[in-house]
C-alpha cells in the first residue's frame, strides 16, 4: 500500500510506534520511515543512543524507546521529514506533537491552525505551542491537539493571511 | 593549442568532485562546464541529501555545491572554463570547445586525459498537445523556480513519481504552487517513499498506473486528461479524469548524455537499468579507451551521492595513470569503491546493480 499511495498502513505504523506504557510516560519518537535506503544521519544525531547505531547504512533506524527523552534533535536531522515526537502527557485531554515544517509562513506562537493528517485531510484544529528555527532550515513546530489525535496528525496548514476576510 | 594534464567535461557533482580528487595529485585539470554557475543540478537542489555524513548526508544539494566550488578554488592548478560546450572529440585528441553566450571564442584543447562527466538530459513523453506552452520539464521547473525565481504556473500536474517528480513537487508546495496531483504509469512509486509521504501530508495525491493521456488549452496548457493504465501500459476507458491545471510537468527519467563518447569510439551498450547507452567501463571507471574515464549519470543514472563518488573514483585513477602521485592511492581507492558499495547496498539499487554488472569491461588479465 504504502509504495502505492505514499501512506503507512496501520501495520507499517505499529512497527515503528511504542508500546502504550511508553507513550504514557511523556514524550518520544516516532520514525515513519519504512523503507531501506543509504540514509543514517537520525543516529548520528541522537545523542542519548535512543536511535541505535547503524550497522549498514541501509538499515532501518531502530529505536531503544527508553532512552529517548523526546528531545526532537532528530526531527530536523531527517532528510525525508520522516520524524515526529509526540508527548501524550502535555495535559489531562491534550498530546503534543513536534513535526519537521519548511515551508512559509511559520506559524505563530499561540495561533490555531488546522492540523492534517498523513494524507493532508484537516482533521482537527491544533495550537501552535512553540517554534522552533533550526539552522539546517528544516523548522520544528510544537501543536498541541486532542489526545485521540495525536496519531492521526501529522503536518499542519497555516491560513495565509493573504487569503483571510 | 591549449595543453592540460585532464579534462573533465562537466561541473556537476561527479565532474568537481573529479577536479577536486584529481588536483590534489599536483595534475593541471581543466574543467570545462556549459553553465554560468558550476554545481550541475545541485544547485538547484534545496532538499536535504540521503546517504552518510562522507557524502553530505543532511545537507541540501545547494549548500553540497558551495562546498565544492570551495574546495575547488584552493587549486591553483585548476582551470575553469565557465559557459563553454565541448562539441566534438577529434582522432588526434584533441577537444574542440565553444564558449560565450554567442559561442564566439573557440578553444581547442589537448589533454592527455579526459573524464566525461556530462549528466544527463531529460526524457520526453509523447501525449496530445505536449508542445503546448505550459508544458515543462523538472529541470526546466527547478531551474525557472530555484535559480531565477520565477514561478512557472499555478496549478501543475506532475508527471513522474520517481525522486525528482517526488521532490521537484515537494518545491513547487514550497513555492506556494498547488499541485493537482502525481501520476505514475508504474504500479509503484518509484522515488524514496519518505519524500512521497510528505507530499500526501501536504494534500497532494498520487496515482499510480495512472498516465497523462492529453492537454487541452487554446495558448497553453488550460487542462490535462489522466487515466489509468494497465499492466501493458495501455489506458483503460472510462477511467478519465480531468485536472484543471496551466503547467505539466514531466520528470518521466532521464538518458545519459553520451554524444562525445560515442564520438570518441568507447565501446557504448545500450542498458536500460542505466537509463540508456553508457560506455562500458572498468572498475576505476575507465572505458574501453585508455584516455577516457566517465563519473556520473553519463555512466548509468543514479544519485547525486554516487555521482561524486564515481567521479572521486575517475579523477584519482585518472591523476595516477598520468604517473601523479596520490599518498595512500590503492587504500584511498579501496575506500571509495566500497562506500559505493554501501551506497548501493539496498533493495532500490537492485536494477542499477543489474546494469553496472552488464557495463563492466570484462578485460584479458595483463601479464
Known amino acids: ?165 | 593549442m591549449k595543453k592540460t594534464n585532464l579534462a573533465i567535461i562537466g561541473g556537476g557533482p561527479a565532474g568537481l568532485s573529479a577536479a577536486i580528487c584529481a588536483a590534489s595529485s599536483g595534475a593541471k585539470i581543466t574543467l570545462i562546464d556549459d553553465s554560468l554557475e558550476l554545481g550541475g543540478q545541485l544547485i538547484k537542489q534545496t532538499h536535504k541529501f540521503f546517504g552518510s555524513k562522507k557524502q553530505f548526508a543532511g545537507i541540501r544539494g545547494i549548500e553540497i555545491a558551495k562546498n565544492l566550488l570551495q574546495e575547488i578554488k584552493k587549486y591553483k592548478n585548476i582551470e575553469l572554463i565557465g559557459n563553454a560546450t565541448v562539441t566534438g572529440y577529434y582522432e588526434d585528441g584533441i577537444l574542440t570547445i565553444v564558449q560565450g553566450s554567442n559561442g564566439d571564442i573557440f578553444i581547442k584543447l589537448l589533454p592527455d586525459r579526459i573524464i566525461v562527466a556530462t549528466g544527463a538530459s531529460e526524457n520526453m513523453l509523447t501525449f496530445v498537445n505536449n508542445d503546448l506552452p505550459g508544458v515543462y520539464g523538472a529541470g526546466a521547473v527547478q531551474t525557472l523556480m530555484n535559480l531565477y525565481g520565477v514561478v512557472p504556473g499555478n496549478n501543475v500536474l506532475m508527471v513522474g513519481a520517481g525522486n525528482i517528480g517526488l521532490i521537484v513537487s515537494y518545491q513547487l508546495l514550497q513555492a506556494g504552487i498547488k499541485v493537482e496531483a502525481i501520476v505514475e504509469a508504474l504500479p509503484r512509486i518509484g522515488g524514496y517513499l519518505v519524500h512521497a509521504s510528505k507530499i500526501r501530508r501536504l494534500g497532494v495525491p498520487i496515482y499510480t498506473s495512472h498516465s497523462l493521456k492529453e492537454v487541452y488549452g487554446n495558448d497553453g496548457v488550460e487542462k490535462a486528461v489522466i487515466s489509468e493504465i494497465n499492466k501493458d501500459f495501455e489506458f483503460i476507458p472510462g477511467t478519465e479524469k480531468e485536472l484543471k491545471v496551466d503547467t505539466v510537468c514531466l520528470a518521466v527519467g532521464l538518458s545519459p548524455l553520451s554524444d562525445l563518447l560515442w564520438q570518441a569510439g568507447c565501446q557504448m551498450k545500450y542498458i536500460a537499468e542505466l537509463g540508456g547507452y553508457v560506455a562500458l567501463r572498468d572498475d576505476h571507471m575507465k572505458s574501453s579507451l585508455d584516455n577516457i574515464y566517465i563519473a556520473g549519470d553519463v555512466a548509468g543514472i543514479e544519485e547525486a551521492s554516487s555521482a561524486m563518488l564515481e567521479g572521486k573514483i575517475a579523477g584519482l585513477n585518472a591523476a595516477v595513470s598520468l604517473g601523479y602521485r596520490v599518498d595512500n592511492f590503492l587504500e584511498l581507492n579501496r575506500n571509495l569503491r566500497k562506500e559505493l558499495e554501501e551506497l548501493r547496498a539496498n533493495p532500490l539499487s537492485e536494477k542499477v546493480k543489474i546494469g553496472l554488472e552488464k557495463a563492466l569491461l570484462k578485460r584479458e588479465v595483463d601479464q
Open chain 1, 1 to 165: 500500500m504504502l509504495e502505492k499511495t505514499g501512506l503507512p498502513t496501520d501495520d507499517d505504523l505499529k512497527k515503528v510506534i511504542p508500546d502504550k506504557e511508553r507513550l504514557a510516560k511523556g514524550a518520544v519518537v516516532i520514525i515513519e520511515c519504512f523503507q531501506k535506503i543509504p540514509c543514517d544521519p537520525c543516529a548520528i544525531s541522537c545523542q542519548f543512543g535512543a536511535i541505535k547505531p547503524f550497522k549498514d547504512i541501509n538499515d532501518l533506524p531502530q529505536v531503544d524507546f527508553n532512552k529517548c527523552t523526546g528531545c526532537g534533535i532528530c526531527i530536523s536531522a531527517c532528510p525525508g521529514l520522516a520524524i515526529f515526537v509526540i508527548d501524550n502527557n502535555y495535559s489531562e485531554n491534550k498530546a503534543l506533537i513536534k513535526l519537521p515544517y519548511e515551508m512559509l509562513p511559520l506559524p505563530e506562537k499561540g495561533k490555531e491552525v488546522y492540523a492534517l493528517d498523513r494524507a493532508g485531510k484537516i482533521v482537527s484544529k491544533a495550537k501552535v505551542v512553540r517554534v522552533q528555527k533550526i539552522k539546517n532550515k528544516t523548522n520544528i513546530i510544537s501543536i498541541s491537539v486532542h489526545k485521540n489525535m495525536a496519531m492521526k496528525v501529522r503536518s499542519i496548514k497555516v491560513e495565509d493571511k493573504k487569503n483571510e476576510g
